[in-house]
């Protein structure tokens, strides 16, 4: 009986042993001072986002090239392939103006609509490849401060000859091997579909290419992870003058597979439903539009 007994601990430890060396393996933690909250697994990237009443989660499997979305307060989430991401964004963008016009008394209408028959009678912008590029120039600080416990690089980013930015990178981490570990080469590709869409979505607005996507700055951050961004220029994307994004935590733990996936009891929603879900989180609303 005690032989048997000693097998049969032996057995679940063993498979205890097998299913977490499965379910689970080494990866990395990353918390913002912003309430944001990123893991990162083989070709798997979880941020999570719980500040000010809103909390979501975006996760992007680049094994399947898929991109999900949860909104945690209402238990639902919406998920598709970078195309259905797209298109679900411009969809839901073209009836969120429908529904901003259809608010408006008779004489705001009649002026709105003057000024889209004026704005459709401008020259169409010319294709963002062909649009001229913030020119953007990369200066080394040398070393400088430990952030949550890592050694830093300092950077300062330069847009059209004015300081846009000073950038840390985490110098104390071999990037190369962690490219190769986590897979993170799989997200160029849905990187670039993503990049693709929204550079069609800014010509259709007329809007300025965003710097943050010039091949040097992309090739900077590639060099390690980023543990403090300072703005000094606003009016390109979401980045204000005077921002600044800290890492406060960044630490090498094993991961579950399960971190990646949806909680029971959630229900899954079109793309398109989920944002207008998570715009009322944020307090926007139509009347935002306009």
Known sequence: MRIKKCLLVSFFLLMSFFVFTVTAYAGWVMEDNDGTTTYLGKGMIKSEYNNEGVNFAHIINANKSLITMVDKNKKIYGSGTPDDYCSATRSFGKEMQEQAMAGLSPEQRKMIEEQMKQFQKMPKPAPMENMPKPVVSIKKRGSSDVIAG???????????????QDIWIA???????????????????????????????????????????????????????????????GGFSSHGGGKTTEVVRLEKQAISASAFKIQAGYKKVPLKELFKGMMGDAGMGKEDMY
């Open 150 to 164: 890592h050694k830093t690089d300092k950077y300062t980013v330069n847009v059209d000859g004015n300081k846009y």
């Open 171 to 233: 110098s104390d981490i071999s990037m190369d091997d962690e490219m190769k570990k986590l897979r993170l080469d799989k997200f160029h590709l849905i990187e670039k579909r993503m990049d693709k869409c929204m550079d069609s979505s800014e010509e259709d607005m007329g809007m300025m290419a965003d710097p943050l996507d010039a091949p040097e700055y992309k090739k900077l951050t590639e060099k390690g992870f980023v543990m403090r961004e300072v703005y000094y220029t």
